[in-house]
C-alpha cells in the first residue's frame, strides 16, 4: 500500500460558458478517494453545473475532468456505472412506490435479479423508510423523498457518490440524519462523497475537503480548518466572508424555494 | 433487455394507476364514434355504401390508437419537469435502450386504448368478419401504435414547452384522420384529396385495420402492411435519434 491515496475526482481548468457568460470557469481541484469533499458557495455559484459536467449530463466547455479514472466526455458510460447521484431537484417517479423507484434503478443498473429484492430492503432499512416500501411516492414528506433518492443513489454501490445540496429545504433533523447517514457510508465502505451546499456549518462539520466558489471560480481549498486559519475566522461562514467581500447567505429561500412551492401547487391542480 | 422492460412496465403502472389517463383520450374517438356513426349512417348507407358502423369502426379504432399513441410524447415533458428523465439518462444504458422501452410502453398504452374502443364499437354494432383475421388486425394496431408513438417521441423530445405540445398535437390528430380514409371511402376522390391520402401513413393502418376486420382493402393487406411497417421503422430511427440528443 502506498501511502498517498489516488484521486478518485481530478478537475483541470474546467470551464462552462452559456452564451458568453461563464457559469464555471477555469476551476481545478482533486479529490482523494475515499474522503468527503464539499464544494460549497452561494446560490448560482456554479455548483450545479459543475456537478451535470463530473456526472455526464452537460459537456464542458474547455478543460479535462477525470472520475475513477474516466473521461465523462470520452466514455460516459464508464463514469455512470462509477457514480451515484442526488440531484439538486427530485428525480424520483412519483406514481410509482419506493420499491418500484428502487426496483428500477436496480434494473436500470444491471443488478443481478438474485438478492435484488433483499438488497432494496437493506438500504431501505438503511435511510429507514423500510415500513414506507409500498407507498406511492407522492405522498412522501420533502425528506422522505431525500432518504429514497439517497438509497436509491446507494443501491448499485458507486465508488463515488455526488449530492447536489442533499439537504436544501429540510428541517434541522431530518439535515442531521442526512449526514449521519453519509458518514457511516464513507467510513464503512470508503465511498468517496463530493457534496455541495450552501450551509457553511454543515460542510464544516462533515467535510474532510473542500472547496469555495464563487461567481464560477474557486476563491479556497483545503481542509476546513485550515481554511479558518488562514483567514483568522472563527468559522467558515466567517471565512467566506473574508475570502470573498460577501456574505453567503445574500439570496437564501431563494427563487429556488419559491419555484418549489410553485410545483407543489401546480401538480395539486394537475 | 431488462431496462426496455423496466421502462415499459413503468409507463403501463403508471397508466393503471390513473383513471383520467384512461378516460381523457377515449372522448375524441367516442365523440367521432357516434356523431359520424348515427348521424352519417343513414345517408352512407341510402348512397349504397353499405353499413356506415361496419365501415367507419375500424378508422375509428385506428384514430383511439393514434390518439393516445401521440400524445404519449407529453410524458418526457413531465419527466423533464419533474425530474424522473434524469434518472434515466444518467445510467449506464444506451439511450436507445431507453427509448425503445418508452416507445413500446407508450404503444402499449395505445394499443389498450385501443382495446377499449374496440369494444365500445362493437356494443355500438360493429362486427368482425372474419374471426380468423384477428391476428392481421391485431398486428395493423400495434404498428399504427408503435409508428405514432415514436412521432410523439419526436416531439416530446424536441419540445420544451408544455403548453406547446398538447397544441401541436391537436393540429396534426384532425388531418391525419380526416385524410386517412377513416370516415369515406378512398376511391373516386378528388385529385388533391387522393395525394393527401396516399402520403398519410395512418391511411396505409385504417386500410389494413378495415381489411383484416371487414375484407374491404383498397390496396391490399401487403401493401398496408409494408408501407406502414417501413413507416414505423423510420420513425423509431427518427425518435431514437430526437431523444438521445436531449440535454437537460
Ligand atoms: N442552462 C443554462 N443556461 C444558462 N445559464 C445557466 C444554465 N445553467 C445554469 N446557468 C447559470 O449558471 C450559473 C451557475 O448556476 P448553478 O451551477 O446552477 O449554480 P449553483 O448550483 O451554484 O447554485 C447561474 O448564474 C445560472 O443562472
Ligand atoms: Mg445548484
Redesign the pocket.
Known sequence: MTAAKPDMITVRDLTKT??D?R??DQISFSVPAGKIFGFL??????????I?MLTTILKPSGGTILVDGHDPVASPHEVRRSIGIVF?DPSLDDELTAFENMELHAVLYGLPREGRREKIDEFLRFVELLDRRDDIVEKFSGGMLRRLELARALLHEPQVLFL??PTAGLDPQTRNHIWSYIQSLSKEHGTTVFF?T?YMEEADRVAEEIAI?DH?KIVARGAPEKLKEEAKAKTLEDAFITLTGHSIREEEASALDSMRNMRKMWKKRR | MGPVYILWLRQVKRYLRSRARVLGSLGQPLLLLFALGFGFGPTFEKAGGGNYIQFLAPGIIAMGILFTALFSGIEILWDRKFGFLKETLVAPVPRLLIVLGRTLGGATIAMFQGAIVFTVCLVAGFRVEDLSMLPAAFAFMVLIAIAFTAVGTIFGSVLEDMQAFPVIMNFMVMPLFFFSGAIFPLKGLPKALTAATSINPLTYGVDGLRGALTHGPAFGLGLDFAVLGVFAGILLVVGSYFFSRIEL
Open positions: 452559456f452564451g457568460f457559469a464555471v458557495g452561494p446560490n448560482g455559484a456554479g455548483k450545479t453545473t459543475t451535470k439538486q447536489d445540496e455541495t450552501h466558489i464560477g
